[in-house]
């Protein structure tokens, strides 16, 4: 069957033309040409949404979304509530349910526009995972040349030895255009992302062009397909070491996972989405979605490279003022003008990367870092934890903003986030959580805390971790330096701490050392420990399983 008479089955469309599998340079040019939509929020809805800069066609394009979608919209995130899947799939504030028979009458009304208009779509054909043993075929169709292009960059393709592609594929209809009526369409905005379980569909209707919709809307798809046959995928990075020691790195933003995993002396797997299997560890990518705001080019210097190469995206970053994108080389623009978007992307390959694995595989991991950024100022920076820790730190997903970072935040706040990426866990965390320890426990692999925040106070009175102290700890743990060394147990935090740890200074792994005032600590330690405990009531972990740790 052709792929136009799949989608005719799948979706009844008729009259929409297709351009299907179009290289990188020919979706370049396309999204110039035809990418159309909104960029101003009192703007049309046909503006040019899509740039060259100097470089041309050998360099980046430069795209813009909508302005009311320059990050996820996970309020408009849903998932189907299928009979089948209603008690399986977990529904939260970041995956709303939606009723079937609305989304039924949605799904047709967006088919109906598009044979309505004799739509030209995009048609993309890629994978999600790198592993053909069980790789989902994922097929992108959408209006947006840059969409397809985005697509392209950051999954695998042509993987050879991936069985019944036809029957395991998933399809997402991507249409920008279409506007959802919220009363009719059972949606609480214009706009609406639905995974659709029963039919392996992702329905995109409305204002939601973020690149990363088309990204995340399936990995949060494999995080619901995989754990069923006991593959474990994460929301962390992964490489290997020169001894073919792998390791894994969780982290929320800002914690570290991205610089921390771009080791000159480890291989690197994937930066961001990762699968755990019989097999060892994969990449679900092909490519790296990093942040672009602040980018220190001297401290980044991969992303700085790529930012000039041919076949990338770069997201909501403006011209130079007074110029037109078109005269301006990517190396001079601004990486620090948040006057579009805080949240700038960048897209590039991954081979773009200098030293990576072949193939974005590699061997089960003999590490797991759990990533942290204490603004509190009260966790150690290293912990050395046992299963049950692993499971408890592991659904809390802790980290910290820090006071200035946000209107309205004069203080840290915490952060908890399950798994270290609550928002596109499909399954309850003990799922994950369960798969976690048990891969632990059979591969005997080791897991840390890691601190990359505060100490000697918190956020504006303590100083920062050095990377340099991050990296000794990091080291000491992935060559099992930390497996046998004395250790003391944090009274407050019930954290099993090392004493000693080669090239750290031995005063600074119990945190309590650093504070001058250590009735201060104490009870900026217990104020932690009460957050930890609240989210742990909140979130109903205990019914999941999940033993209280702390």
């Known amino acids: 069957m052709t792929f136009q008479a799949d989608l005719e089955k799948l979706f009844g469309l008729k009259t929409v033309t297709y351009k299907y599998n179009l290289t990188k340079d020919d979706l370049f040019h396309e999204a110039i040409a035809n990418d159309r939509g909104r960029v101003r929020r009192d703007g049309p809805s046909n503006e040019r949404k899509a740039y060259a ?25 849903y998932a189907v509530k299928w009979p089948e899947v209603a008690d399986q799939i977990w529904f939260k504030a970041d995956l709303n349910p939606y009723d079937p028979e609305k989304y039924q009458g949605l799904l047709k009304r967006v088919v109906e526009y598009l044979n309505a208009r004799q739509a030209s779509l995009y048609v993309q054909d890629v994978f999600m995972g790198s592993d053909p043993d069980f790789a989902v075929p994922y097929r992108f169709v959408g209006e947006y040349a840059t969409h397809a292009m985005f697509a392209h960059n950051m999954f695998p393709k042509d993987l050879i030895g991936v069985k019944d592609v036809a029957e395991r594929r998933w399809t997402m209809l991507n249409v920008p255009s279409f506007f959802c009526e919220p009363e009719r369409d059972g949606c609480r905005a214009e706009a609406a992302i639905v995974i659709d379980t029963r039919n392996k569909i992702c329905l995109v209707a409305g204002r939601a062009d973020y690149c990363g919709v088309v990204k995340k809307s399936i990995f949060t798809v494999g995080n619901f397909l995989l754990p069923l046959d006991g593959r474990l995928s994460m929301h962390c990075s992964a490489n290997v070491g020169p001894n073919g020691d792998g390791a894994i790195l969780f982290g929320l933003s800002g914690t570290g996972k991205t610089t921390l995993s771009a080791d000159p002396a480890r291989r690197l797997i994937g930066d961001d989405e990762t699968i755990w299997s019989d097999n060892g560890l994969c990449n679900l990518e092909d490519g790296c979605y990093a942040k672009l705001i602040n980018l220190d080019k001297d401290a980044e210097p991969i992303i700085a490279a790529a930012l000039s190469k041919p076949g990338t995206i770069i997201e909501n970053v403006p011209p130079l003022p007074g110029k037109r994108m078109e005269d301006c080389d990517p190396q001079e623009l601004d990486l620090n003008d948040d006057s579009i978007a805080e949240n700038t992307r960048f897209s590039y390959p991954l081979t773009a990367n200098p030293n990576i694995m072949p193939n974005g595989r590699g061997p089960h991991p003999q590490t797991i870092v ?3 950024a204490d603004a509190f100022g009260v966790l150690p920076p290293i912990a050395i934890l046992e299963p049950k820790d692993v ?23 915490p952060t908890f986030s399950a798994c270290f990426g609550g928002p596109f866990m499909a399954h309850k965390p003990n799922v994950y959580a369960r798969l976690l320890a048990e891969k632990m426990e059979h591969h005997q692999a080791r897991c840390i805390l890691l601190n990359t925040g ?11 971790i050095s990377i340099r102290m991050t990296r000794a700890l990091l080291n000491a743990a992935l060559n099992g330096d930390l497996d046998k060394v004395p250790t003391e147990t944090h009274p407050i935090l019930n954290l099993k701490m090392p004493k000693e740890c080669p090239g750290v ?3 600074m792994l119990n945190p309590r050392n650093g504070w001058a005032d250590k009735a201060a600590y ?15 009531k909140k979130k109903g972990f205990a019914a999941f399983g999940i033993e209280e740790r702390i």
């Open 370 to 372: 759990l990533l942290t």
């Open 53 to 77: 800069t100097k470089l041309g066609v050998k360099g980046p394009l430069v795209y813009y979304t909508d302005p009311d979608c320059t990050g996820r919209r996970t309020k408009d995130t």
């Open 391 to 413: 499971m408890y730190h592991f659904v809390s997903g802790f980290t910290s903003r820090v006071a200035g970072t946000e209107v309205g935040i004069t203080e840290p706040t």
């Open 454 to 464: 505060w100490q000697g106070g918190p956020f504006g009175v303590g100083k920062r």
């Open 522 to 536: 104490d009870a900026q330690a217990i104020k932690l420990r009460d957050m930890f405990r609240d989210n742990f």
């Open 505 to 507: 200074p031995s005063e």
